[in-house]
């Protein structure tokens, strides 16, 4: 099992930039890929940022694409978002997500995930 903590989310002006991070603890011996998430208030989860075991793979949602960036230190079991160019509409929680898999993640926006953390939120306000 692997047990997933954000931390980095706050109150930002337009414009700005925060960066989330996402400690895993547990089970990290294995290789897992991560993602990040984010709701909205009234609205679904949806996926925002994966990236592969190795790090050398990464997808992106169309809506951050360009603007946010997924990073991992496997040696300190800690994966990134850096957010830049925030927009009001990026005011969510944001959540990290696990699994088992050591393959490539492009075009895998659509993978499942065993593990999640609580969230942190992020609000950017115009």
């Known amino acids: 099992q692997v047990q997933l903590v954000e931390s980095g989310g706050g109150l930002v002006q337009a414009g700005g930039s925060l960066r989330l991070s996402c400690a895993a603890s547990?089970?990290?011996?294995?290789?897992?890929?991560m993602a990040w998430f984010r709701q909205a208030t009234g609205k679904d989860r949806e996926f925002v940022a994966v990236i592969s075991w190795s790090g050398g793979s990464t997808d992106y949602a169309d809506s951050v694409k360009g603007r946010f960036t997924i990073s991992r230190d496997n040696a300190k079991n800690t994966v990134y978002l850096q957010m830049n160019s925030l927009k009001p509409e990026d005011t969510a929680d944001y959540y990290c997500a696990a699994r088992y898999y050591v393959g490539t993640v492009y075009g895998r926006k659509d993978m499942k995930y065993d593990y999640w953390g609580q969230g942190t939120q992020v609000t950017v306000s115009s």
């Open positions: 547990g089970r990290t011996s294995s290789g897992y890929a």
